[in-house]
């Protein structure tokens, strides 16, 4: 899928990279607490993905300004999509709503993760 120009690609290649080393960081060290807590896993990984969104969400804007004009629409368009759901997520998972909206929720976000982990990887601009 073809979202960004080869320096937004770039752009959020560098910047996933850093959020995601430190956030599987915090999670190897907090998500053991939480889940020993008793907490429920699909409840845990929820949590996790919408602080992924948010985190990567937060550390892409500021770049936002050094990408060309085509660039920064689609990944503003992306950090907005990341907010949404991570928002949308984090209610489900407050809520306590239907089991099955949130591991729908999650799954979604889940995916658009990966599809950016996966897309922005190097060399996948061919």
Known sequence: MK???????????????????????????SG???VSSGQDPLTVRAHRAAG?????????????????DEDRQIVGSLVTELEEKAK???DLAFSGSDRQ???TATEDLEGLLSEIIADYRP????
């Open 3 to 29: 979202r960004t120009g080869r320096t937004g690609k770039k752009t959020l290649l560098l910047i996933a990279a850093a959020v995601l080393l430190l956030l599987a960081f915090m999670a190897s060290v």
């Open 32 to 34: 053991r607490k939480v």
């Open 52 to 68: 992924i969104a948010r985190e990567l969400a937060e550390a892409a804007k500021p770049h936002l300004d050094f990408l060309t």
């Open 88 to 90: 949308r997520l984090a």
């Open 101 to 103: 909206n949130l591991r």
């Open 123 to 126: 060399g996948s601009d061919e």
